[in-house]
């Protein structure tokens, strides 16, 4: 399950115009260096989901270029999308079974990952009968099984409490140590994006630009206490002041 990162990622001046006329994304420049762990930040509507449908392939900007250092993906959505009638160990095998691996190496795989991500012990468990947490680490063990060298995470613990967010934060944290990958997060939690990253990204309103480029110098492993630092404070207060800058209205063909 181990793997060092050999991918990167980077948009260059990407636009994205939507066939309905709405404009997206405009002049995005942001370059997420292999290993990084960067999180992206921003008023509702302003492209950050956007931007991981652009890295995944799923749409193609209208402007610029999107290009990829490489190497595997793993997305983590919003929403677990576990099949119910499956069990948590069917589930996470899925991707390889559709990619036809042979029955035994797939779920030594899916095995694997589970006890990754905590969840040893409920392999025949149904979503039904998981907490929505416990639903969103199957989630990310079945992203895990293709061992992503490039993993994208759309706001996945959005809908989760806060002590089970900060729990699957530390998660993902010691995920990201073990295993190397790079790493983009979308998230509207500013504890969240500094507590994960290397780099906070802040975008403005649609059409989505970058605002500021944050830069997270605090040292791995982060424990939960660290959240409660002056430095973490201080890192949060300028995302926050850089977010708050980035949702004012601004003044057609003055966009910053």
């Not at 499956?86 to 991707?95: G, Q, T, Y």
């Not at 899916?110 to 969840?119: F, H, K, P, T």
């Not at 630009?209 to 973490?232: G, H, K, W």
Request: hydrophobic residues 45%.
């Amino acid at each position: 399950m181990s793997t060092i990162a050999t991918s990167g990622l980077a948009f260059e001046q990407v636009g994205l115009v939507f066939d309905n006329g709405t404009h997206a994304l405009a002049g995005i420049d942001i370059t997420v260096g292999a290993g990084e762990f960067v999180s992206l930040v921003g008023p509702s509507g302003c492209g950050k989901s956007t931007l991981l449908r652009l890295a995944a392939g799923f749409e193609q900007p209208t402007q610029g270029a999107v290009r990829l250092g490489g190497g595997t993906l793993g997305y983590v959505f919003q929403d677990p999308t576990l099949l119910a009638w499956r069990s948590v160990l069917r589930n996470v095998e899925l991707p390889a079974e559709l990619a036809g691996v042979d029955k035994r190496t797939r779920r030594a795989a899916a095995r694997a990952a589970i006890e990754l991500v905590g969840l040893g012990g409920f392999e025949n468990h149904k979503p039904a009968q998981l907490s929505g947490g416990m639903r969103m680490r199957a989630s990310i063990a079945r992203a895990l099984t293709g061992a992503p060298e490039l993993f994208l995470f759309d706001e996945p613990f959005g809908a989760l409490d806060e002590i089970t967010r900060q729990r699957l934060n530390e998660e993902v944290s010691a995920l990201h140590r073990r295993s190397g990958f790079t790493g983009v997060f979308v998230t509207h939690s500013i504890a969240e994006a500094v507590f994960l990253s290397t780099r906070v990204v802040v975008l403005t309103g649609r059409p989505g630009r970058v605002a500021a480029d944050i830069a997270v110098p605090l040292d791995f492993p982060r424990t939960p206490q660290l959240r409660y630092s002056p430095e973490f404070g201080r890192i949060a207060a300028t995302v926050s002041a850089a977010l708050h800058e980035a949702e004012q209205p601004r003044e057609i063909g003055h966009a910053a």
